[in-house]
């Protein structure tokens, strides 16, 4: 049996009379990246800042290797975070702000490998106030590896990026897991991201915890199916295979509710007659849960 790196049992917070972590658990493990999704105002960011001892829960424990924790500084000695755009000292270089946070750190890891992982070797003398946004949030990244915690907690980590540093920051975020066998809670609204870069998923709604699991548990469940003809299809033999609805005409678009081996199937009986689908388009798993506390 593997111990989870981290479990949160039962935790409850409320903003004055608002409740906005409503008895959630869940756990953390080795080598698997679990991804925190949610619409705004659903307990995302609060939990993460609970982890982090930022705000202090009115109810529940956080657990390290099986052991319950009692102070912050237990968490922060296994844990790196980045939260919120982590703010450095804007007159100093990258190099420099890493030099200060590794002396309070108490870590002697090399500044140019911490730079050289997130992508911004060539800013290491370059002052943090001519950064752009998406340099900060590479900084942050930095910042929570200091100390080569088994366990990171990012809250948004993609924000401002370009599309090339995102699937940079992507596979590094794979790589810490896979290779370096660190627990990973992410969050971020780029949820056809967050598929191919998950292995599990917790789905908030109203400070609850609406659905989670494993995703390839979820690969079985129908999902929104869009199938594009450059000609119009027989109706009959549409719905012959898939129960449906044409949204869209010339080119003809039919839309439905199949799992991966049913869209196989019909996708085989409709070639067979003569009417193959130029383009199908499959709506995201973690987007299709997530609209259904949307919809």
Request: hydrophobic share 45%; charged share 25%.
């Amino acid at each position: 049996m593997v111990i989870s790196s981290m479990r949160v049992e039962n935790l409850f917070l409320n903003y004055g009379k608002q409740r906005v972590v409503d008895d959630v658990s869940f756990e953390l493990f080795p080598g698997r990246i679990v991804a925190l999704i949610g619409p705004n105002g659903a307990g995302k960011s609060s939990i993460m800042r609970i982890m982090a001892g930022l705000v202090q829960a009115d109810k529940g424990h956080i657990y390290l290797h099986n052991r319950r924790i009692h102070s912050f500084p237990e968490i922060h000695t296994n844990a790196g975070f980045f939260i919120e755009g982590p703010d450095f000292y804007k007159n100093l270089t990258a190099a420099q702000n890493l030099k200060l946070l590794l002396k309070i750190h108490l870590s002697h890891q090399s500044i140019e490998r911490l730079l050289t992982q997130v992508g911004l070797a060539y800013a290491f003398n370059k002052k943090v106030r001519k950064f752009s946004r998406g340099m900060k949030q590479r900084l942050g990244i930095a910042q929570a590896l200091i100390g080569d915690p088994s366990i990171l907690v990012l809250d948004e980590p993609f924000n401002g990026l370009d599309p090339e540093v995102k699937q940079f920051l992507m596979e590094l975020i794979k790589k810490l897991a896979k290779e370096n066998n660190k627990a990973i809670l992410i969050s971020s609204h780029l949820l056809s991201d967050l598929e191919l870069l998950a292995d599990d998923f917790i789905l908030l709604s109203e400070g609850r915890v609406h659905a989670a699991g494993r995703l390839a548990d979820f690969k079985s469940e129908h999902q929104t199916v869009r199938f594009w003809f450059e000609k119009e299809p027989p109706l009959e033999l549409l719905v012959q295979s898939a129960q449906g609805q044409m949204v869209e005409e010339d080119p003809w678009c039919w839309q439905t509710l199949m799992t991966t081996s049913e869209t196989a199937e019909a996708v085989g009986k409709w070639a067979s007659a003569g009417h193959f689908p130029f383009e199908i388009q499959r709506a995201d798993l973690l987007h299709t849960k997530y609209m259904e506390i949307i919809l």
